[in-house]
């Protein structure tokens, strides 16, 4: 059941009219659990409310399914606007953002056109921009993209997916280059030819790239709620000797809280993705495709 509850999720999110009708009904169903909104000012009172306690964040202002090159655009202008309102408000937060929605998978140059000037806002502002990974198809193009801006900008890092089979090397190739990574186990579907089907290998290969990355010097934000890999991650920290401003933990809003403020009590480095826009869709069933028990969740919000 839960295998087939995942495929539903992942089918859903990737159905353009089901994100259409999501756009007409707004936040449902129990989603502004883990979406901060579909505003901007929404999105900086939930990171106020974060800091306020300890927490940062990285807000991601969603969009999917670009298909034209004004909506590349439109979607580049609201990360800026992104970032003048973090800077404005004054609140601890890095911005994250995929590619596809500026434009990749229309033009790479117009992504690179797009990511410069995001880049270039950031950098006026002293702030932080980081790529997210998205499905295999993209993987390369991504890392060749940041590899490029990396020549240009050292305000920007990008997202590695443990469950693939290339992590390891790509680990290797980043490093090269001083790669900021958040480390993430992977949320899409793929295919058993380039990802690994059965949790323990994912697990496995995610403390090892943790621990290799943490040992090459570059800094690592750590994304995992899962307990066990929390553990494991502390006990290598404190017999390495990694000092916290090497490394930082970083969960999704809406999850594992109790958790996140035990972590910032013990003394570490909590960030918080917190997502908004009207584009929520996609990103609300990615996380129920990831834990099919946050279905019991939104069924109780379906009938109040």
């Known amino acids: 059941m839960e295998v087939i509850l995942r495929n539903l999720f992942q089918s859903l999110g990737k159905s353009h009219t089901a994100v259409k009708l999501a756009r007409r009904y707004g936040l449902k169903f129990g989603a502004s659990r883990f979406v901060a909104g579909e505003s901007i000012d929404t999105a900086i009172r939930a990171v106020r409310r974060l800091n306020e306690d300890g927490r940062m964040a990285t807000l991601d202002h969603l969009g999917e399914f670009v298909s034209t090159e004004e909506e590349a655009n439109e979607s580049a202008a609201m990360c800026i606007q992104t970032l003048e309102a973090i800077a404005a408000a004054k609140v601890k937060s890095n911005l994250s953002l995929k590619l596809t929605s500026l434009g990749l998978d229309l033009s790479k140059i117009l992504c690179m056109n797009n990511m410069r000037r995001i880049l ?83 697990d496995d290969n995610f403390l090892k790239i943790i621990k290799r990355h943490m040992l090459n010097g570059n800094y690592t934000a750590v994304a995992s709620h899962d307990p066990a890999i929390i553990r494991e991650t502390v006990a290598f920290i404190k017999e390495n000797g990694i ?46 495709a990831e834990r099919p028990a946050n279905v019991w969740f939104v069924l109780k919000n379906m009938f109040k």
Request: overall charge negative.
């Open 243 to 288: 000092t916290n401003e090497r490394f930082e933990f970083q969960m999704l809003y809406g999850i594992a809280e109790d958790l996140q403020k035990q972590l910032v009590n013990e003394g570490y480095r909590v960030r918080v993705y917190v997502p908004y826009g009207i584009d929520w869709f996609g990103y609300f069933m990615r996380r129920l």
């Open 120 to 202: 270039d806002c950031a950098a006026r502002h002293g702030s932080f921009v980081r790529i997210d990974m998205e499905d295999y198809a993209h993987c390369q193009t991504s890392l060749d993209i940041y590899h490029q801006l990396r020549e240009e900008y050292d305000n920007v890092g990008i997202v590695i997916q443990a469950y693939l089979y290339r992590t390891e090397q790509d680990i290797e190739d980043l490093n090269r280059v001083n790669a900021n990574l958040r480390l993430v186990k992977g949320a899409y579907k793929e295919s058993p030819k380039v990802a690994f089907p059965a949790k323990k290998d994912v």
